[in-house]
């Protein structure tokens, strides 16, 4: 990169996190608050699982109204009928998720499980036939995603009772640690020197 272009973006990424530094006191508290939410996951898993196929099923549900709302809107359009028929599935999809949440953890287990493991065998051929810079990463994140997708397939219909509360929390307290880190980098930020 040039110099031309290179002082520029300095000094807008210094301006930037000097404005955000009076916040890192938020910051910090909103990575507290996430790692508690995340412990509480962590500690009853079962009840998290729930939690988020009822959130899921809510979301699809909501989703599912805009579409066919926006659909009506759009009448006029050729693809009227197609969008109408997305925004009815979601609502259909959404109620059951809401009505069957055991059901809906099945599901999304399955679809964890697959998910991890076509991810995984993606990960591993790439990083074995590509072979680019540090290629053992992706190796073994692949060898890592497609035991465990193996592992929660075999555990399957018992998994799906804890293995989303289980990612929920882990989730919510390594991101409540990453917005304790960036608040207390900030903090730590020197203070922008008055002409």
Not at 4 to 17: D, S
Not at 139 to 160: F, K, N, Y
Request: charged share 10%; net charge positive.
């Amino acid at each position: 990169m040039s110099k031309g272009f290179e002082r520029p973006i300095v000094a807008e990424l210094r301006h930037e996190l000097n404005a955000l530094r009076g916040n890192w006191f938020w910051f910090v508290m909103l990575g507290i608050a996430l790692v508690v939410l995340g412990a509480i996951a962590l500690g009853s898993v079962v009840i998290a699982s729930l939690a988020t196929a009822v959130a899921i099923g809510m979301l699809i549900f909501l989703g599912g109204v805009a579409e066919t709302l926006g659909a009506f809107w759009c009448r006029g359009w050729s693809r009227f009928f197609f969008h109408l028929l997305s925004g009815v599935l979601s609502i259909v999809i959404g109620v059951i998720f809401l009505r069957a949440p055991v059901g809906a953890l099945l599901a999304l287990t399955l679809l964890v499980a697959s998910f991890l493991m076509v991810g995984g065998i993606f990960k591993i051929v790439a990083a074995v036939s590509y072979r680019f810079a540090a290629w053992g990463w992706p190796l073994v994140s692949g060898i890592v995603d497609l035991i465990l997708g193996v592992l929660i397939w075999q555990e399957w219909p018992a998994s799906a009772l804890w293995v989303i509360g289980l990612f929920v929390g882990i989730n919510l307290v390594f991101r409540g640690f990453n917005w304790i880190g960036l608040g207390l980098s900030l903090r730590a930020l020197p203070r922008p020197a008055t002409p």
